[in-house]
Every structure is written in structure tokens, then in C-alpha cells.
Nanobody, 120 residues
Framework: QVQLMESGGGLVQAGGSLRLSCAASGRIFRTNAMAWYRQAPGKQRELVASITSGGVTNYADSVKGRFTISRENARNMALELNSLQPEDTAVYYC???????????????WGQGTQVTVSS
């Protein structure tokens, strides 16, 4: 059983900062890319930032220069959110493409999400 668990969401005023964390647990053989997605009410889930196993990062244009994704190791990832704006309000989801021990094909796993609310 593989699980991804997010933490660190909350309510913050515009211009404030938050730090989200994601921890993967279970019998993991290899973790490939990891990413953060978000979904605002009435909108589709969108990619916020991703990071490969080699540390190459990619950001949505809307968060470039404000958010920073990082990986501490194969199981732990973080997202620093700075200069937050009301339009950043959403549920943020952790995503990991990983190979579970005993499996032959890697697949995507998702966390349950953490709410980020930015007040104006």
C-alpha cells in the first residue's frame, strides 16, 4: 500500500506565505517525478509545479517566481508558496509517479489534498 500525505495548508492573508509538505509511505522501489496540482472551486485540476528525480523543476506561469518546489529525498517533497493571492485559493494535491515494490510498471499516486485559502 502506497500513500501520499499532504500537510501545511491553511488560511493566510494576501501577500503571505505557506509551506506545503508531501510524504510518501509504503513499499516504494523507485520514485520518478513528483508534482503539486491544485483545483479551485468550479475549475479543472491544474499542474502547479513538478520536479524530476534529478531535480529538474517546472512551474505553471501563474506561480513562477512565487512558488518553489523541492525534494528532500525520494519520499518527501515540499512547496513554498510566497506572495500568495486570492486566486491561489484551491485544494492542493501531491502527485508522485512511482514504482511500488513488486510491480513492473510505475504509475501515478495522489494524496487526498490540503486546502489553501488566501483572503484579500
Amino acid at each position: 500500500q502506497v500513500q501520499l500525505m499532504e500537510s501545511g495548508g491553511g488560511l493566510v492573508q494576501a501577500g503571505g506565505s505557506l509551506r506545503l509538505s508531501c510524504a510518501a509511505s509504503g513499499r516504494i522501489f523507485r520514485t520518478n517525478a513528483m508534482a503539486w496540482y491544485r483545483q479551485a472551486p468550479g475549475k479543472q485540476r491544474e499542474l502547479v509545479a513538478s520536479i524530476t528525480s534529478g531535480g529538474v523543476t517546472n512551474y505553471a506561469d501563474s506561480v513562477k517566481g512565487r512558488f518553489t518546489i523541492s525534494r528532500e529525498n525520494a519520499r518527501n517533497m515540499a512547496l513554498e508558496l510566497n506572495s500568495l493571492q486570492p486566486e491561489d485559493t484551491a485544494v492542493y494535491y501531491c502527485n508522485a509517479n512511482l514504482l511500488r515494490s513488486g510491480d513492473t510498471i510505475a504509475r501515478d499516486y495522489w494524496g487526498q489534498g490540503t486546502q489553501v485559502t488566501v483572503s484579500s
